[in-house]
Nanobody, 116 residues
Framework: QVQLQESGPGLVKPSQTLSLTCTVS??????????WSWIRQPPGKGLERIGY???????YYSPSLKRRTSISTDTSKNQFTLQLTSVTPEDTAVYYC????????WGQGTQVTVSS
């Protein structure tokens, strides 16, 4: 019964930092070979993988977003987070967290709108 839940503000102003948290229940984010990802879907477009962090703490970011993206974990809370800096309206999307072994688990998604 592994569950993922995104949380964070639904509205972010341009130039600010988008911060989201994914809370994982039912399994440990440090389970061997698991990875934990952030994915987004802009309106009318397909899924875009933002990046991920592995069970050992290694990170990977999409080349197009690498300069603005940071993914980290808080193992004491069994959470991982996304920070996306210098946001613009083009960052408006539904944001998902996903992970486990080969994207076995997904959150329900959360709408984030970038607007002044």
């Amino acid at each position: 019964q592994v569950q993922l839940q995104e949380s964070g503000p639904g509205l972010v102003k341009p130039s600010q930092t988008l911060s989201l948290t994914c809370t994982v229940s039912g399994d440990s984010i440090t389970t061997n070979y698991y990875s934990w990802s952030w994915i987004r879907q802009p309106p009318g477009k397909g899924l875009e993988r933002i990046g991920y962090i592995t069970y050992s703490g290694s990170t990977y970011y999409s080349p197009s977003l690498k300069r603005r993206t940071s993914i980290s974990t808080d193992t004491s809370k069994n959470q991982f987070t996304l920070q996306l800096t210098s946001v613009t309206p083009e960052d408006t999307a539904v944001y998902y967290c996903a992970g486990g072994l080969s994207f076995a688990y997904w959150g329900q998604g959360t709408q984030v709108t970038v607007s002044s």
